[in-house]
């Protein structure tokens, strides 16, 4: 087989296991990445869901198998252009090359939580969000994080909600808000942690332990209701309102820390790729790509490949088995078109 | 008082806040495997008094949680402690025992 180019757009966990992959079947890719480092959300984050692994663990391991693989940081794409089924692609650094495919990887943003004004993110200074709290994990540097006695969790932020026009389910955060809970609780033993949540969606590998886990070693209490609004009383502590759904009771009660489990969002700044390479949009704001099965992979653009969660919410794992599936498409394609 | 012919309605929050949950932790310390119920309803749904009652076993712990004691207490009075909750409980927990743990406990404190 002849040296193939692939553009790989996007430098996160996606783009980088796709980039492996590829390099591992005796493909050329190319990584452009528009911030100044590799690895996308998961170098944000502290520890994974189930099990409270390391993060870096898992970052490290991407970055050793990309490591001879050609990487452009702080780059835009400006323009990519199709001439005899050969992509021509131009960089915000005035560097121009051709490839033979281009797999897309832009991943995903979270949530923006003032958008939801009714939980006072932004206004009331005890409310957080879920990478926030990653954050404060990582560096323990966060002086909102002061002793807390009573901590409530918010489980669909930005997600199930006709509101923000978002109706899908964003998948990570049941998992994410439970670990966030046990880990806070064993840095404060004494606090009463609330999740407050629809429905419990715990469907991966060991997620369901976690959850049993949660309750039963952590004593982490899950309220079925969703919190309909936040105000901040007198001493500065936020007093929120929910219905105790299992009970049929609309319940109050004080707070130290509100934490806010943000979803998934298209990413910023995917129209203009979306433009370029003629992809369209699907109900949820994320990319379309060819169907919910065997198409999952491709687009209707030949030679225009997808992995990760531009196309809808995914976990690390289906991420990572999603690129991985898609290198092999990308293989196929070329041995039978270029 | 002057009847100005005015009410006012209690509000009918649960304030947690003022939940005093002594006698729960006391409950959950001696059978931690309360807390792992995940409400799915099959001790309701099997148990023998409410078919007739409003006796519910996930209900009794939920409200005592909530700081619902009387309520949760009238329907710990309508169990007759068959047992069948904890044939079927989908976390193993151990129902009857709970049962009459809360008899003990809420009750000593009557006293
Ligand atoms: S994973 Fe859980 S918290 Fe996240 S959107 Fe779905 S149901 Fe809500
Ligand atoms: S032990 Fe009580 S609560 Fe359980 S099934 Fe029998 S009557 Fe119902
Ligand atoms: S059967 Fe067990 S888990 Fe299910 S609601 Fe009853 S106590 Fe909870």
Redesign the pocket.
């Known amino acids: 087989m002849k040296e193939h180019n692939i553009l790989i757009i996007g430098g996160g966990p996606a783009g980088m296991e796709t980039a492996y992959q590829l390099k591992q079947l005796g493909l050329k890719p190319i990584i452009i990445e528009r911030n100044d480092r590799l690895g996308g959300h998961l170098a944000q984050w502290d520890r994974l869901f189930p099990t409270s692994e390391t993060a870096v663990g898992l970052l490290e391991r991407l970055k050793e198998n990309t490591k001879d693989i050609e990487v452009k940081l702080d780059s835009r794409i400006t323009n990519i252009e199709k001439i005899n089924g050969t992509f021509h692609v131009s960089l915000s650094t005035n560097k121009n090359f051709e490839v033979d495919a281009v797999v897309v990887c832009t991943g995903f943003e979270l949530f923006n939580a003032e958008r939801k004004q009714e939980y006072g993110y932004g206004i009331y200074d005890r409310v957080i969000t879920n990478a926030e709290l990653e954050d404060y994990f990582k560096t323990h540097d966060d002086k909102r994080v002061d002793e807390p006695r009573r901590i409530g969790f918010v489980h669909c932020v930005g997600s199930r909600d006709v509101k923000v026009n978002n109706t899908y389910c964003s998948k990570v955060c049941c998992a994410t808000a439970l670990k966030q809970a046990c880990e806070i609780k064993d840095e404060f033993p004494d606090a009463d942690v609330y999740c407050f949540y629809m429905d419990l969606r715990m469907f991966g590998k060991g997620y369901e332990d976690l959850y049993l886990r949660a309750q039963k070693d952590f004593d982490i209490k899950c309220v079925r209701g969703r919190v309909c609004e936040v105000s901040e009383n007198i001493e500065g502590k936020l007093v929120i309102k929910a219905e105790d759904t299992l009970l049929g009771t609309p319940m109050k009660m004080t707070l130290d820390l509100l934490v806010l489990m943000c979803g998934m969002e298209k990413a910023k700044g995917v129209e203009e790729i979306q433009k370029m390479l003629n992809l369209e949009s699907n109900n949820d704001g994320f990319i379309e790509n060819s169907g919910s099965f065997v198409g999952i992979n491709r687009t209707k653009g030949k030679g225009v490949f997808v992995a990760g969660a531009c196309t809808s919410p995914k976990t690390l794992p289906d991420t990572i088995a999603e690129a991985r599936s898609t290198a092999m498409e990308v293989f196929n394609y070329l041995i039978h078109n270029c | 008082m002057i009847d100005f012919g005015f009410s006012i309605s209690k509000s009918s929050h649960i304030q947690m806040d003022n939940v005093d949950l002594k006698l729960f932790n006391k409950l959950e310390a001696l059978n931690p495997d309360i807390s792992t119920c995940m409400a799915c309803g099959l001790?309701?749904a099997?148990?023998?008094?409410?078919n007739f009652t409003d006796?519910?076993?996930r209900k009794?712990i939920l409200m005592l949680q909530r700081g619902k004691d009387k309520e949760a207490l009238e329907k710990?009075k309508?169990?007759?402690?068959?047992?069948?909750?904890?044939?079927?409980c989908s976390r193993g927990i151990n129902?009857?025992n709970i049962?009459l743990s809360i008899t003990r406990i809420y009750n000593e404190e009557d006293k």
Do not use: Y
Request: proline residues 0%.
């Open positions: 001790c309701t099997t148990c023998s008094a409410g006796a519910s076993f009794i710990v309508k169990c007759m402690m068959c047992g069948k909750c904890i044939l079927v129902t009857r049962l």
